[in-house]
Structure formats: structure tokens, C-alpha cells
């Protein structure tokens, strides 16, 4: 499986962003996706993630704190893709976005970054104030 993100770039303080997760050659219906992020000199974070879905679980969602109210994770089936929408950006959220996917993961609040196995190679967000 190939993950690829696409839609970073550069927006001011309060602009938005949308992220899209794809993968190649397959859906990624029944992977559970999270969105890794990895600032200058900081430990890579997770900031959300969504559950497979179809039968694995419920495609339930999950969200840092930090980005709760602000950010929003969803599959585009008919895209087959995963999309992370970020609104009200700060320059805290300035980083590389990595998305990442595991085969009928669930739970994927709890999940690590060593629990996937798939990465995209990452794209830039950058928030200035």
C-alpha cells in the first residue's frame, strides 16, 4: 500500500487547509487513517484519526486536544480518500502532516505511530501570525 497526502501550504492565522489521503492501488476503506504531525525539533504527534470501517468497526473518530472544534477527519468513499479539514489554524499547527494506515485498525485514538504501517512522505502546513 503507497499513501500519498496532498493540499498543504501556507495560510495566516485563523486561514484553513484541507489534507487528502490517498492510496494506491487500493480503497482506504478498510484501513484506519491517522494524521501524524512533526514540528522542527518536536516529537511526531498524532492530531486524528478515523477507524476502518466497513465491518471492521464503526469508522469512529478521534482528535487531539488541541485541534478539537477546529479540525475534521472524514472519508470521501467515492474518492477513496481521507480527508483532514483544518479550520481556525494557529501557528502552533505549523508542520509536516504524515498520514498513515493500518489494515482493520480500530480504536485508533489509542493507537502509536509504530502501529502503522504505511506512511505517506508528508506535506508542509505552515501558519504564520
Known amino acids: 500500500l503507497q499513501v500519498v497526502e496532498s493540499g498543504g501550504g501556507s495560510v495566516q492565522f485563523g486561514g484553513s487547509l484541507r489534507l487528502s489521503c490517498a492510496a494506491s492501488?487500493?480503497?482506504?476503506?478498510?484501513?484506519?487513517i491517522k494524521w501524524f504531525r512533526q514540528a522542527p525539533g518536536k516529537e511526531r504527534e498524532g492530531v486524528s484519526c478515523?477507524?476502518?470501517?466497513?465491518?471492521?468497526?464503526?469508522?469512529?473518530?478521534y482528535y487531539a486536544d488541541s485541534v478539537k472544534g477546529r479540525f475534521t477527519i472524514f472519508r470521501d468513499n467515492a474518492k477513496f480518500t481521507v480527508t483532514l479539514q483544518m479550520n481556525s489554524l494557529e501557528p502552533e499547527d505549523t508542520g509536516t502532516y504524515y498520514c498513515a494506515a493500518e489494515w482493520a485498525l480500530s480504536s485508533c485514538g489509542s493507537t502509536s505511530r509504530h502501529d502503522y504501517g504505511a506512511w505517506g512522505q508528508g506535506t508542509q502546513v505552515t501558519v504564520s501570525s
Open positions: 492501488p487500493l480503497s482506504l476503506r478498510n484501513y484506519a
Open positions: 478515523i477507524d476502518s470501517g466497513d465491518g471492521h468497526s464503526d469508522g469512529s473518530t
